[in-house]
């Protein structure tokens, strides 16, 4: 048996589901690391977005790590997160966990969550993209041209937090606004998503799986799987997740245009 060294409290913050996860990597701890994130959803019976979600309660930036940290383990060199030096990550790993990502992210994707979504694209109301500068723009920017691309009209981007404010005070309430956050409590974010609400006006977000303020402002929440990382004090998350999620919105859109039908989204066993 492979132990994790993990504190009380890690251990209780775990759900009941985490917990059997736990167990069943406790007894096969040999095993996991040779295995896919979706071979471990298959031998455990829970979803791959379940299982990163375990591995994050345990501080891992993702299934790879946690692999790192097993096969550490078993040669006898305990593990722990965040203390890894830069070069035993070695490719596979970085690549691992960034399926993992887009995996667990996946799984997010309701056909709820597509269904309202559709209802305003079809619908001829202003779409509002905000776009507080750095990376996060180029998403906004992202976002537009595809809107563009299946010809939806009346799509305008925000560029400016007071500008944004004064548009969110006067405008009809038959419009949507989209918030795109990699942490979802950025200020100028979560403020634009309260006049929006104040101003009965609908919110998209993109935010993380975890527990944020603009999530809790939206009338539709997409959410996605990332690990929050710096370069030299500089911010770095990935936001590859969040491609995806835009892209799999446009492209269930597409879909759901020419079939008629109900849009189709992930697991049904994902909740958000």
């Known amino acids: 048996m492979v132990t994790l060294h993990l504190d009380d409290a890690v251990i209780k913050s775990l759900s009941n589901n985490e917990l059997n996860i736990l167990k069943f990597v406790y007894e096969h701890g040999e095993d996991v690391p040779d295995m896919s994130i979706q071979a471990l959803a298959s031998q455990v019976c829970y979803s791959s977005a379940t299982i990163l979600r375990f591995c994050k309660k345990l501080g891992y930036s993702g299934f790879a790590e946690l692999k790192y940290a097993l096969r550490a383990a078993a040669k006898k060199e305990p593990s722990r997160p965040g203390t890894h030096k830069a070069q035993d990550f070695t490719t596979w790993m970085m690549m691992d966990s960034l399926c993992s990502d887009i995996e667990g ?161 992930g697991n049904h066993d994902s909740h958000i």
């Open 105 to 265: 992210t996946s799984k997010l994707i309701s056909e709820d969550q597509l269904g309202r979504t559709f209802r305003y694209f079809d619908s001829s109301c202003p779409i509002y993209l905000w776009a507080p500068g750095g990376i996060t723009s180029i998403l906004s920017d992202y976002f537009e041209k595809l809107l563009f691309s299946i010809g939806r009209q009346n799509v305008y981007k925000i560029e400016s937090a007071k500008m944004g404010e004064h548009i969110l005070r006067n405008v009809h309430t038959e419009s949507l606004l989209i918030l795109i956050s990699t942490t979802g409590n950025f200020g100028p974010t979560v403020r634009l998503g309260k006049i929006a609400r104040m101003n009965d006006i609908p919110v998209l977000s993109i935010t993380p799986y975890t527990s944020n303020e603009v999530a809790g402002l939206a009338t539709v929440s997409f959410r996605f799987f990332t690990d929050q990382r710096e370069n030299r004090g500089a911010e770095f998350t990935s936001r590859l997740p969040v491609f995806y999620v835009i892209n799999s919105i446009i492209r269930c859109y597409l879909g759901y245009k020419r079939s008629g039908e109900q849009p189709q989204g």
